[in-house]
Each structure stands twice: as C-alpha cells, then as structure tokens.
C-alpha cells in the first residue's frame, strides 16, 4: 500500500474511481482534459498499484480573527466500492493532515454526506446559511440614496473586489480570492447563462453592495441567490429596494445567504418571509498550538492554560499555555493544570467564532475551571462568511 500524490496521467484513473465510487457520467475522450487538477489529489495505491481511494486538497487562503490564514479545503473522498470499510479514508487523513500541518494550514474544511462519519476525524459543524424564500414585493417601499448598475466583468471587477475586501474584514473563514477564483465566479454571460450581478453605489457614487444570481433555475422566473456581500446595512437596504423593481417578471427571490444576516430588520412584512437556518460544512484545527497565536490581545497581561483532547491528531492533545504580555501572544505546551478542558470539535466552533465559548459550557462541550471572565471575553461568537464550494 502507498499513499502519495498523483502524476498527471494517473489522474484518469481517479476520475473513474470516483465516477464508480458516485455513480456519475465522465467524459474521458480528451486525454489532455482529463490531466487538469491532478495537483490537487492525493491516492491509496494497493500493492498492484490500482487506486483504491482518493482526496483532493485545495491550498485556500482565509480570513481569520483579522488575519490572513492558510485553510486546507478537502473534497472529492471516494472509495471504489469493493475496496470499502477497509479503513482508507483513515489513512489518507492522516497522510494529508500530517501534509497540512507542514503546509502550514491552520484549518481544514468541507462539506459532509454526513456529519458524524466526518466527526470522528475531528471536523465540526462550523458554518451555517439561511435559506430564504419570500416574494420581491417584500422589498416595497425599501429605500436609500444611490443607484444599481449591471456588473460587466472587465469593467466593474475591481468595485467587487473593494465591497467583498471590506465585508470579509472582520468575517471568519471568508476566503481570500485570487484572481483565478474570481474569474470563475464573475466572468459569466448575463444572457446565455442568465447569471447575473448587480452593483450599488451610495449617493457618493462609491461601490457599496452588490449580489449575484442565477436567473435560470426554477420553472418561472427568479432571483436565486449565490453571493451578497455589502459595506454597511443601508447600502444593502438601497440594493434590495432596487430588486423590487424586477417585479413582477420575477416572482420571488430565493437561496442561501449568511446566517448573520436578519432579514427581519429590513422586511417590512416578515409574514412574506420563508427562513431556514441550514449547517453549511465542517471545519477542524490542524494546528491547534498554532491557531491559539491567533487570540486577539484581551488589554492587559494575562494567561490560560488550555486542554485539548484530539483523539485523531496527536499533536493538538495536551495542555497549552497561551501567554498574553506587552501587546504580544505566544502559546506552548505544558504541564499546567487546565482553566478550561474541551474536545478539538469544541474548540474549533469555540475558536472560530461560530459558537461562544460561553455557549460551548451551557451544552456541555466545554468545562472551565478558572479565569470564566477572561476565558469567555477571548472567545466571544463572531459573524462567518463562506461561499465557496470545491
């Protein structure tokens, strides 16, 4: 048996191992096409040197506690059938997160067919989405100063990048995109895929909020949404009232925005309004000494000692001392008694944002035993931003 990563021509052999593996069509007939991607995979060989199992990790860039982090984003497990319950995907875990861990990558992410099979890997619920559902007529009598323009991609890409720079800034997880990213996500064709995105300018003409959807689902015409980002709340306020004035060709606007986002303050009727809150993938710490470093200063000289149970990564087990003193954070392993005990899992929705840590106690998945003010004020729930699937 042997793990490792993939040439490009072995890369046809994992799209059928994965076309088995999902029960889904591939087009084999251009063998160059067929070699695209193939950095991103990792493979368990067995001793004939036939893929048995597959990975694909995606070096992402994220934002996290004001900072710019490495994130691993996983994707694309496949095992052929009769080589399952064998324990691969195991053993390809700990080969990549061995790999991430010299990567640098704090965090690695993604999306479940089921959240516990993927829990006992250390990932957690760590994301959420709202789907909404409601009929523009909803956004009636929504006003504020400024103006909509249709996005043209070579024109306008640069006033998307400044509104997505600013509502990232202080979101964690939002991913930092390269040009490539968004050429993916922005270069389309308003009027043969009927994509489309629409930019607002305050009354002082600078960019403020746009959203992007897709016109072509759906068996009559409407907005669903794939992206909404925004520099402040009345610039959102001005684009949704904008949106009104697409009534009554379109019939509703529908799909996932962030879960932050309380549609109850801008709706004047909340009655016309479908919301579901849905989990949107999982995230675990790679690194955890390491992510500690990203605690933000509490204002005075302090410390805690952290314990951490990971029962996949020995590395992230232990007790860690995280030191604040002179404006400056350092964190490492000791043998200090804990002011505060919690599973990876936890820590990782507690560290993130996602849940405080205040939260984390009251159900149980976490314990402290000295210094709860502190403790508590250094991990406070935090607004989450991520789009991106892979």
């Excluded at 709340?233 to 932050?260: D, I, N, S, T």
């Excluded at 400056?328 to 919690?342: E, G, I, R, Y």
Aim: aromatic share 14%; with cysteine.
């Amino acid at each position: 048996m042997e793990i490792r990563k993939i040439l490009p021509e072995e890369h046809i052999k994992i799209l059928k191992l994965r076309s088995a593996s999902y029960n889904s069509k591939k087009d084999f007939s251009d063998p160059e096409k067929t070699k695209i991607g193939y950095e991103l995979i990792r493979a368990l060989f067995d001793d004939s040197g036939k893929p048995c199992s597959t990975i694909s990790v995606e070096p992402l860039t994220v934002r996290f506690n004001g900072c710019d982090v490495k994130m691993a984003g996983v994707g694309a497990i496949a095992t052929l059938p009769q080589e399952r319950n064998k324990g691969y995907v195991r053993k390809l875990l700990t080969y990549c997160f061995e790999e991430m861990r010299e990567n640098g990558q704090l965090f690695s992410f993604l999306f479940p067919f089921s959240n516990p099979y993927y829990r006992m890997f250390g990932y957690e619920c760590c994301n959420q989405k709202q789907h909404v559902n409601m009929p523009l007529t909803a956004f009636e009598g929504l006003k504020s100063p400024g103006r909509a323009e249709l996005f043209i991609y070579d024109r306008d890409m640069e006033d998307v990048k400044n509104i997505y720079s600013s509502f990232i800034e202080n979101r964690n997880l939002a991913v930092v995109r390269n040009d490539a990213q968004w050429k993916k996500l922005f270069d389309r064709d308003n009027y043969t895929e009927l994509y489309s995105t629409y930019i607002w300018y305050d009354g002082d003409s600078n960019p403020a909020c746009y959203i992007s959807f897709d016109a072509s689902a759906g068996t009559e015409p409407e907005i669903n949404v794939c992206e909404l980002a925004f520099k402040n709340y009345e610039a959102l306020r001005g684009l949704l009232g904008f949106l009104y004035k697409f009534h009554p060709v379109f019939k509703a606007f529908k799909g996932y925005l962030p879960g932050f986002i309380d549609m109850n303050m801008l709706v004047a009727e909340p009655f016309l309004m479908e919301r579901e809150l849905k989990t949107y993938g999982m995230n675990r710490i790679v690194d955890v000494e390491k992510a500690l470093a990203y605690l933000k200063y509490p204002g005075s000289n302090a410390s805690v000692n952290i314990e951490v149970n990971d029962s996949f990564l020995a590395w992230n087990s232990g007790v860690f001392t995280v030191s604040f003193e002179d404006g400056s954070v350092s964190v490492k392993k000791s043998a200090a008694a804990p002011d505060l005990s919690c599973s990876v899992q936890s820590l990782t929705q507690f560290l993130t944002g996602f849940i405080s840590l205040e939260k984390a106690c009251e159900y149980g998945n976490a314990s402290v035993s000295g210094k709860q003010e502190l403790l508590f004020s250094l991990f406070p729930q935090k607004e989450m931003f991520m789009t991106e699937t892979y």
